[in-house]
């Protein structure tokens, strides 16, 4: 095997952090001069460093030389400030996977003679006809059948829940107003116990035995009734008036006789 036949070779000597689009990009103008290409991306550990490479086959053996030519040598420096010289060499295995190699396509280049394609292509310079779908021939058809609205689920949900809601809300302020009745009725009986002659009804005992027939005759919020008092300052009155007065000098006082 002559070194003219020989078309693949293998760049190596990569940076650590190249990747496969950064590599093809400046290999760009032999684009379409190569049928194979894989690129090993470098790897860099504490224990192992290991450069990338790639391995190119060319279409001919003068366009592998002008590749040669061109990089061979060229410096690559990586985000570490290092630099790194590309050294190319042949392959030592020259075979191209049989599964990579690309074959033609027999119908490439006939789509327009398709009549499929042209029926596509046709179809849309017409205009659209809107069909309506199947949920909505099922809802207008259950529409007609039913009289009663139709309610989505979610709808249904929304319901529920606001029904929910509102029984809730009558249900605290319910107990709202239970607990103000309560509290009222707690306050009456306190100030009742604090003033047990005030506000009595018909019947009520007095001092006097009479009851207060609805309407209490007191002087403030303590004390006997107004009544009452007259009464008993009546009473003082004529007592005052029943006893005997005496006149200066009409009571004689007799001493008795000395040795009796």
């Not at 693949?8 to 049928?35: C, H, R, T």
């Not at 991306?41 to 001919?60: M, Q, V």
């Not at 990586?78 to 295995?93: F, M, Q, S, T, V």
């Not at 007592?239 to 000098?249: D, F, I, S, T």
Request: aromatic share 6%; proline share 7%; glycine share 8%.
């Amino acid at each position: 095997e002559t070194t003219k036949s020989r078309t693949k070779i293998l760049v190596s000597a990569l940076p650590y952090d190249m990747k496969e689009e950064k590599f093809v990009e400046d290999i760009a103008q032999w684009d379409g001069k190569y049928n194979y290409l894989d690129f090993y991306e470098g790897k860099r550990s504490f224990k192992k460093k290991e450069p990338g490479r790639a391995y190119i086959n060319f279409l001919d053996a003068d366009i592998l030389q002008q590749f040669v030519k061109k990089m061979q040598g060229h410096t690559y420096t990586d985000d570490r400030g290092a630099n790194h010289k590309l050294c190319i060499e042949y392959a030592p295995y020259q075979a191209v996977p049989s599964d990579f190699q690309k074959k033609k396509n027999p119908r490439e280049g006939t789509i327009e003679k398709d009549p499929e394609y042209l029926a596509f292509v046709e179809s849309l310079g017409k205009p659209k006809e809107s069909k309506p779908t199947e949920t909505q021939t099922t809802d207008e058809k259950q529409a007609g059948t039913s009289e009663e609205p139709i309610i989505s689920p979610l709808l249904l949900e929304l319901k529920i829940r606001n029904e929910k809601k509102a029984k809730k809300n009558q249900r605290r302020k319910q107990n709202q107003q239970k607990k103000i009745l309560q509290r009222k009725a707690e306050q009456t009986q306190q100030n009742a116990k604090g003033n047990p002659n005030a506000n009595k009804g018909k019947g009520g005992p007095n001092k006097g035995g009479r009851g207060n027939k609805g309407n209490s005759n007191t002087d403030g919020d303590s004390g006997p009734p107004k009544r009452n008092r007259n009464r008993r300052k009546n009473r003082n009155n004529r007592a005052k008036a029943e006893q005997p007065q005496l006149v200066p000098g009409s009571i004689k006082i007799q001493q008795k006789p000395a040795g009796n």
